[in-house]
């Protein structure tokens, strides 16, 4: 569910017209629903009620303050892969306690500040993560709370370059090894081993996987556990999927609720906290990005729509061959026919290309279109590659709007590069 839909004609955030919105600030932008990412956050944290959990949600997702801000006074934690997240999860207002540190590639000053924020717990990659925590932990004379990411050897089912899990992936450690590195960790006075962490992949949807994972998991608590360990907490990370192509005739994506009952299933009867890192199936659908059609063009035949946007703007697309519906700000005709064309931007690269050959009602140069389920790894991947300057936020709650990040100036741009006074 989304806060994106027509009325009189136009398509409206909440309510607000968007055609007023590209007046006022420009195109290209990026707009977010204050009430689809309160309704979606509730939705996921409801379907647990009543459980040990925490709800993380995944800053590499959508790590604007404001929007941080937002999930923060609903209840939400942060998961975080970086000290530039860290920084943002904490202005935010997001407690340390509230905070899981992810990802693969660590640094000893991030573990540090991490350290000194009180953040809940390390998910760690690797043993040589391990080792360096161990260090910064003793010399800080403090205790790191540790969970060990396993790879748990599942296909996620998803996109190759989002699925996380296998043992061929860089993320997590060995399942064959895990209860020797947990052995290990228990004989470093810097570590408190304190849980499992779990994470197969991204945009998954399909419950299958999660029920072969979290079994698997679950097991190993119990081993885990009978060797001695104090495991605390369970971390099973993201990864549930939302509609990007919401004309397909495919089954959606799972719901939360049913989501919830695998995991009753699988990991019920260990009585300990519960960690989910939701990002996508919170922010995807609460954002969309609007841009303006520069040119129509027709080369052998074949039509182009280039508009104000490109890659660099949203790099799904040619990142991983990622669908948005892309629809008309003005609403069409009742009627009117569609053709096919290609929607592209202006970034001088063949794969600056949104969509091929995609059935599209008429398109006149100025007409604003709006790309769905933008919300999650748009803006955030967003560059200024070409010197194009980053993309500006919105963020939209009834009413009332509010620019959450505005659009560089070319002097704001250039002002962090310096020129040598030998050149």
């Known amino acids: 569910m989304h806060h994106f839909e027509y009325r009189d004609g136009v398509l409206h955030a909440e309510d607000i017209p968007l055609d007023r919105l590209a007046g006022e600030i420009g195109t290209p932008f990026y707009c977010y629903s204050a009430a689809t990412l309160r309704r979606h956050y509730s939705v996921f944290a409801d379907a ?64 540090a500040d991490a350290l000194k924020a009180g953040i809940c717990q390390f998910n760690v990659e690797s043993e ?90 679950a097991a190993l608590v119990s081993t885990l556990r009978d060797q001695g360990h104090d495991i605390r907490r369970l971390d099973l990370g993201g990864g549930l999927g939302v509609p990007y192509h919401h004309q397909d005739a495919t089954p959606p994506p799972p719901h939360p609720l049913d989501y919830a009952k695998v995991i009753h299933e699988t990991a019920s009867h260990l009585d300990l906290q519960l960690i989910f890192e939701p990002g996508r199936m919170i922010a995807g659908n609460a954002g969309i990005l609007v841009a303006r059609v520069t040119y129509l063009k027709e080369n052998e035949g074949r039509h182009f729509a280039i508009l104000d946007c490109g890659m660099n703007d949203l790099i799904r697309p040619a990142l991983y061959d990622a669908w948005h519906d ?68 919105l963020l939209v709650d009834g009413d009332r709007h509010a620019i959450i990040r505005r659009r560089p100036t070319y002097d704001e741009m250039i002002a962090r590069e310096d020129v040598p006074d030998w050149v």
């Open 48 to 111: 647990f009620k009543g459980q040990d959990t925490l709800v993380a949600f995944s800053v590499k997702s959508l790590s604007n303050v404001a929007v941080l801000s937002l999930l923060a006074k609903l209840g939400a934690g942060a998961d975080v892969v970086s000290g530039g997240e860290l920084f943002r999860a904490l202005r935010a207002g997001i407690p340390g306690e509230k905070i899981v540190f992810s990802g693969v590639g660590k640094t000893r000053a991030e573990m």
């Open 128 to 217: 040589a993560e391990l080792i360096a925590l161990d260090e910064v932990a003793r010399s800080m004379n403090v205790r790191a709370p540790v969970a060990l990411r396993v790879n748990p050897d599942v296909a996620a089912g998803s996109h190759d370059k989002i699925s996380t899990g296998r043992k061929t992936d860089k993320f997590g450690i060995s399942w064959s090894i895990a209860a020797d590195v947990y052995a290990r960790a228990a004989t470093m006075e810097g570590i408190d081993v304190s849980g499992v962490d779990v994470h197969i992949g991204s945009q998954i949807t399909d419950l299958a996987p999660f029920g072969s994972a979290f079994s698997k998991v």
């Open 326 to 393: 892309i629809i008309p700000v003005t609403e069409p005709a009742e009627g009117v026919g569609t053709s096919l064309i290609d929607i592209v931007g202006p970034v001088c690269e063949s794969t600056d290309r949104f969509a091929r050959n995609r059935d599209m009602p008429p398109l006149k140069p100025g007409d604003l279109v709006a790309f769905l389920t933008a919300g999650a790894y748009g803006a955030v991947q967003g560059n200024e590659y070409n010197t194009r300057p980053l993309a500006p936020e």
